[in-house]
């Protein structure tokens, strides 16, 4: 294809986009059906309404996006976006305009809200650490380096999660550590730090009920469990050796372990190395199964009602999704949404869910009962998709 | 455009790729590389790959973390999933690089 011929296409591709992406305005409504699409190349995000499934307005010049992750403010009207290059940016999805920008690192990965919505946690790889920042206004309150022994530089972050009381719990990459921060009196931060978890813990999950903080381990089979309700007890491992004695598969893409895949008594964890996902008790923590899939699982979401888990893959499985029969444990349908199925979002109470298709610059909605296609939605190069349902979880 | 490069010798079998290749192979670097090393390859999970991080690896050492990973980290081996002539591409990508504003732009003709 020459250059004109690319141009002209292009030019007609944002004729349409612009035709449909209209201005969000400002009419009276509620926030509680809407969400954010990241459009990682574009550096901009889609604001959208999942009650009739339709995009509503483009927020454009939130920088690079690649690996961008949103939390909502608690009345849901703010989406606080973490871009790769450290931005950090509020957006007013009812109006479509950034409030506040700044850039508060190299390179960041993820960020996290406070129970009592007052301070935004932002997770760095470069200079490692967190910083927690005034909800408001983006002002910084906290500046936490990721130090640990033996180390020259600051550890890289990884699973950084609000927790009940006010504090923020992440773990550090390279330290082997997880640790929390006590922000109940902002002006004095307190750290309790719990070291040697295992090694290159990749990333993190709490509980639902904001009990449970659970870091997935890279570097070793096993997850590191730390009881909030009980610190004293120490990090403790569950799932060890869950890989003995099978070969590790490469791992083209790390897994996530964002919310909590919880149905009935069951949680739902990616392998690592090994095309499954893992089925614990979360009573005992004892493994109770282990489902075959197409690839190495990415995120493993449970349908809000714990009926069904979706799965994702990395590359270069990543075209695939897998719906999984919770009461069954066996795979129900596998679909073939399209290359670059990154991310997965459910309506709030699960009749439907969204996926970003992003070789595709698509959005595919399934209905999650009969498992077919509702709708598609075009939209660039999509990666994360966040619904404001979200503003009121813990974790989230 | 064309660039005029010197370019090492285990990078250079990358170009006898065809264009259609090539372009796989960039938008794969960009996409699924940068899932650890950032979209725009200035770093992630996974270390920088900007030129200026690359100074004094030369394009066999670079060849070799591609195949067979880098045991102990998150790095890994793609030989299963590229030929050896895609991973000199590669190789040829990330040492000669053009950096713009929206990401990498690699022209190659």
Redesign the interface.
């Known amino acids: 294809m020459n250059n004109k011929v690319l141009a002209i296409l292009l030019g007609l591709v944002f004729v349409c986009i612009s035709a449909w992406a209209r201005a969000c305005d400002s009419q009276l409504r509620g926030s509680g059906d809407l969400g954010v699409v990241i459009e ?2 574009r550096g901009s995000l889609l604001v959208v309404e999942n009650s009739s499934d339709q995009v509503l307005c483009r927020v454009e010049g939130l920088g ?1 996006l ?2 961008a992750s949103v939390v909502f403010s608690r009345d849901a009207r703010y989406a606080y976006v973490f871009g ?2 450290g931005g950090l940016t509020r957006v007013d999805i009812l109006t479509g305009k950034i409030t506040h920008r700044i850039i508060q690192g190299g ?1 960041s ?1 993820g960020g996290a809200i406070s129970q009592d919505g007052s301070l935004i946690a932002v997770s760095n ?2 200079p490692g650490g967190v910083k927690i920042f005034s909800s408001n206004d983006l002002s910084l309150v906290a500046d936490i380096p990721a130090t640990f022994a033996g180390a020259e530089k600051g550890s ?1 972050t990884v699973g950084l999660v609000d927790a009940p009381g006010n504090k923020f719990v992440f773990s550090l ?1 390279e330290g082997a550590a997880t640790w929390i921060v006590d922000m109940s009196e902002p002006a004095k931060p307190t750290l309790s730090k719990f070291a040697a978890i295992g090694k ?1 813990p ?1 990333d993190a999950l709490i509980s639902g009920d904001g009990r449970y903080y659970i870091a997935g381990l ?2 070793e089979d096993g997850m590191a469990l730390l009881d909030l309700w009980h610190p004293e007890q120490g990090v403790q491992r569950i799932l060890p050796h869950y890989g003995r004695g099978q070969e590790k598969l ?5 897994p996530h372990l964002e919310g909590w895949a919880v149905a009935g008594d069951l949680i739902f964890f990616p392998a690592i190395g090994l095309h499954q996902v893992l089925v614990a008790n979360k009573n005992s923590w004892e493994q109770v199964a282990r489902v075959e899939l197409k690839g190495q699982p990415v995120f493993a979401m449970a349908r809000p009602d714990g009926r069904q888990v979706w799965v994702n893959f990395a ?2 499985d990543n075209n695939w999704i897998q719906v999984i029969d919770v009461p069954s444990l066996k795979v129900i349908k596998t679909l073939d949404v399209g290359k ?1 199925a990154l991310h997965m979002e459910f309506a709030p109470r699960g009749e439907k869910v969204w996926i970003s298709v ?1 070789d595709k610059n698509q959005i595919k909605i399934f209905d999650t009962q009969r498992l077919s296609l509702l709708k598609t939605l075009p939209a660039q190069s999509p990666s994360g998709i966040f619904f404001t349902n979200r503003a009121g979880r813990i974790g989230l | 455009m064309s660039l005029l490069l010197s370019v090492g010798l285990a990078s250079a079998d990358g170009l006898q790729l065809n264009s259609e290749r090539q372009r796989e192979l960039e938008y ?1 670097l960009k ?2 590389c ?3 090393h ?3 390859l ?4 996974g270390p920088s790959l900007l030129p200026e991080a690359l100074v004094g690896k030369p394009d066999n050492y670079l060849k070799q973390v591609i195949s067979k ?1 880098m045991p ?1 980290t ?1 790095m ?3 030989q ?2 590229l030929s050896e002539q895609d991973i000199d591409y590669l190789v040829y990508l990330i040492t000669n690089q053009a950096i713009t504003q ?2 990498i732009v690699i022209e190659v003709k």
């Open positions: 990682r190349e690079d690649s690996h790769r290059d390179n990965i790889y470069e890289k990459f290159q990749y890279f570097g490469p791992v083209y893409k790390m590359f270069p670059g992003r | 794969l996409q699924d940068g899932s650890c950032g979209m725009r200035k770093g992630g999970l990973g102990g998150a890994p081996p793609w299963n999933v929206s990401g």
